[in-house]
């Protein structure tokens, strides 16, 4: 029994590993197609070789290509050498230069990883320069400015059946001022954003803190023990509003659901997040 269990969990790793390396080899097919579909799988796969397979496909000729070959590149900066960075630069510059606007935007955020420079609209940075936002793998990604590292953080909200739902964004090509809405803390140590994710309605609001290694999610169904009851979760949204010292202020309120004849004027209601005490409460 321990024999056969060894061997189907070296087949299982087997399987695991040539997967990258079949998709890997994949990006050098002269059938745009089989490139297409094979820069689309590696986007999620783990493998050092791949930014060094990506780089010549900077020039390709489908610009949908050069983006997420770009985009593979930025996700992996870390495992290009030093001594190899600046080439990678300059085939991002030259590829940044000839667009469009998308391929230009994701170049800029591999070259803004890969030298640390955060300038550009890939990137939120916060107050006093402590901490950046970024997207990756469709999801919020925030690091140190000084020290690092590059964390993934992944808002888990409650669906309609209680279950955890991870939000992942359905928009990755815009700046991060389109793709988080974000408000930063005075302090610089603490972010409300707005990720989007084209579900009618919802438009949770999430709270980090450099105090926590979480995402609190603030909306309808997180907020339903201080909610008034006439705020059902169906054409209920959430807003930011504003911060008050530590606290995350929002508006929950009844939106315009495009159908009714009369749609809802709700000034709606405010609600607050203490950062330090983790409190929530009606905001009178």
């Not at 793998?137 to 209680?162: E, K």
Request: hydrophobic share 40%; proline share 7%; glycine share 4%.
């Amino acid at each position: 029994m321990i024999r056969v269990s060894s061997l189907l969990l070296a087949a299982a790793l087997l399987a695991h590993a040539e997967k990258p390396a079949k998709a890997i080899a994949e990006l050098s097919s002269p059938d745009v197609k089989v490139r297409r579909k094979a820069i689309d799988t590696i986007q999620t796969l783990n493998d050092p070789a791949i930014p060094s397979a990506c780089l010549p496909l900077l020039k390709d000729e489908g610009f949908s290509i050069r983006r997420q070959a770009a985009r593979a590149i930025g996700s992996r900066f870390s495992d290009i050498p030093k001594d190899q960075v600046k080439t990678y630069v300059e085939a991002l510059n030259t590829c940044a230069k000839e667009g469009p606007e998308d391929v230009t935007l994701i170049c800029q955020r591999a070259i803004g990883l890969l030298t640390a420079n955060y300038k550009f609209p890939s990137f939120s940075v916060s107050p006093k320069k402590k901490w950046v936002l970024y997207e990756r793998r469709r999801l919020p990604v925030i690091a140190s400015i000084r020290s690092g590292p590059h964390a993934l953080i992944s808002p888990l909200a409650i669906d309609f059946n209680g279950k955890s739902d991870l939000l992942k964004m359905e928009v990755t090509n815009e700046s991060a001022e389109e793709l988080f809405h974000p408000h930063w803390h005075s302090s610089g140590d603490a972010l409300a954003f707005t990720m989007i994710l084209q579900r009618r309605f919802y438009t949770p609001v999430c709270v980090w803190s450099a105090t926590s290694d979480k995402i609190v999610i603030l909306e309808a169904r997180s907020l339903k023990n201080v909610l008034p009851p006439r705020y059902p979760p169906w054409g209920t949204t959430t807003e930011f509003a504003r911060w008050d010292g530590d606290k995350a202020v929002v508006r929950v309120y009844d939106c315009d659901d495009g159908v009714s004849a009369d749609p809802p004027n709700d000034p709606g209601v405010f609600v607050s997040y203490d950062i330090r005490s983790g409190k929530i409460e009606l905001v009178n």
